[in-house]
Nanobody, 122 residues
Framework: QVQLVESGGGLVLPGGSLRLSCAAS????????MGWFRQAPGKEREFVAA?????????VYTSSVKGRFTISRDNAQNMVYLQMNSLKPDDTAVYYC??????????????WGQGTQVTVSS
């Protein structure tokens, strides 16, 4: 069992930055692939970024955030981060942290956090 708690959301101006954090509890965190998803009002939840389990795990991103977002993990602290730069109004959504033992990318989702709101607006 893994519990996930997101934090770091808020209101930011277009072009600004935010760093989301996801705190994970439970055993064997380092063996889980970790990811970020988002859901905008009236839209389905979509994959944003994921990082493979282990030290120095490879990362994958959806095309709309490549070059702007960076996912990272600290296995010693059971934390996952999403650094978001050059934010756009289209990035406005509730952002969710996800954990999965086997899958990476859009199919992920053994465990989910409760979400944190990100609003990009002037």
């Amino acid at each position: 069992q893994v519990q996930l708690v997101e934090s770091g959301g808020g209101l930011v101006l277009p072009g600004g930055s935010l760093r989301l954090s996801c705190a994970a509890s439970g055993r064997s965190f380092s063996y889980y692939n970790m990811g970020w998803f988002r859901q905008a009002p009236g839209k389905e939840r979509e994959f944003v970024a994921a990082i493979v389990w282990g030290i120095g795990g490879d990362a994958v991103y959806t095309s709309s955030v490549k070059g702007r977002f960076t996912i990272s993990r600290d296995n010693a602290q059971n934390m996952v981060y999403l650094q978001m730069n050059s934010l756009k109004p289209d990035d406005t959504a509730v952002y969710y942290c996800a954990a999965d033992r086997r899958r990476i990318g859009a199919p992920m989702g053994d465990y989910w956090g409760q979400g944190t709101q990100v609003t990009v607006s002037s």
